[in-house]
């Protein structure tokens, strides 16, 4: 009597099915991974808002600004002058670097003191920067401007800017630019050097990105703080003289002014109450600021947002 054919081959096919079953979700699997490592990359290289500030993002600004940008239709909602503005707001993600005492100078520029700030180790330190939003690292904020694949922006003879947004690499729909403090001086001193640094950004900046510039908050020293609100006004001459190409927001006013200069409670302080650090207010501090200034911040998100849209 033959043998049953069918008893004969089942086995080998259940093995078959098996082993086809394995090799798809090992496929399936190897997909995933990768789709997940692509978009982790990708996020960020395609976050819609990117901020690039000084120290004060380091300090008491960054978790201030990181809870404003995280919900941008609720945090404008009373500020937009158009219905259809908070629809502009919604869905757009966010990446802040701040970089110790940075200035515009230090994006625009190839060489010099400015460019070293930022392209440099800090001595002391061994780190140079902080990092929130889609490049934030999950252990800390601190990072080093020039290592990781999320921060080379130092490869002479570009300036810093142009690699930032070369091709393949960043590409935000709008680019912030919140600094202040680091050549205040100069800025003051010159109408001359605040036009070199903006014609330079403005330059290296790609006609579909937005632009806004914003003056960082006023610090303890009511010296300082004078200066800074001349170097303020010569940046935002320089900046009218490319006409809407960018919205400027004064961080420097009478009420920021007086909310924040000369407040000791706002700085960090020895045993004795004496200011130890005048240069970063607090969290708190940062948080007056920002009521202070959210309705223009809003107006000038929305426009820009308005204008890409107009322009598409």
């Known amino acids: 009597m033959l043998p049953d054919q069918s008893r004969i081959q089942r086995p080998s096919f259940w093995r078959n099915r098996k082993t086809l079953a394995l090799l798809v979700v090992a496929t399936i699997t190897i997909a995933a991974v990768l789709l997940a490592l692509h978009l982790r990359r990708s996020s960020y290289l395609t976050t819609e808002i990117l901020v690039l500030g000084d120290s004060q993002l380091s300090f008491g600004a960054g978790p201030v600004l990181s809870t404003f940008f995280a919900d941008l239709p609720n945090a404008c909602r009373a500020d937009v002058a158009r219905p259809n503005d908070l629809t502009l707001l919604e869905g757009k993600r966010f990446a802040m670097i701040g970089t110790r005492s940075t200035s515009l100078q230090s994006w625009v520029q190839s060489d010099g003191r400015a460019w070293e700030l930022l392209c440099h180790k800090d001595k002391r330190w061994g780190v140079n920067a902080s990092a929130w939003g889609t490049v934030k690292p999950a252990e800390r904020r601190y990072i080093q401007v020039g290592e990781g694949d999320k921060f080379q922006f130092c490869q002479q003879p570009k300036p810093p800017l142009a690699n930032?947004?070369?091709d393949g690499y960043y590409q935000p729909q709008?680019?912030?630019?919140?600094v202040g403090g680091n050549g205040a001086r100069r800025?003051?001193?010159s109408q001359q050097a605040a036009n070199a640094d903006v014609t330079r950004f403005v330059a290296r900046l790609p006609a579909h990105i937005g632009c806004i510039f914003m003056m960082t908050a006023p610090i303890y020293s009511e010296s300082h703080n004078?200066?800074?609100v001349v170097a303020q006004a010569n940046l935002r001459a320089a900046f009218a003289t490319h006409g809407r190409r960018c919205a400027f927001v004064d961080g420097h006013t009478s009420a920021t002014r007086a909310a924040i200069e000369?407040?000791?409670?706002?700085?960090?302080?020895?045993?004795?109450?004496?200011?130890?650090?005048?240069?970063?207010?607090?969290?708190q501090a940062a948080a007056r600021f920002l009521a202070l200034r959210r309705p223009a911040l809003c107006r000038a998100l929305a426009s820009q947002f308005r204008r890409r849209a107009a322009a598409q």
């Open 164 to 166: 930032l947004l070369s």
């Open 262 to 283: 000369g407040q000791p409670q706002f700085f960090k302080r020895d045993n004795e109450g004496n200011v130890t650090d005048p240069y970063h207010a607090d969290a």
């Open 187 to 189: 800025l003051a001193r």
């Open 226 to 228: 004078t200066t800074r």
């Open 174 to 178: 709008l680019l912030m630019v919140f």
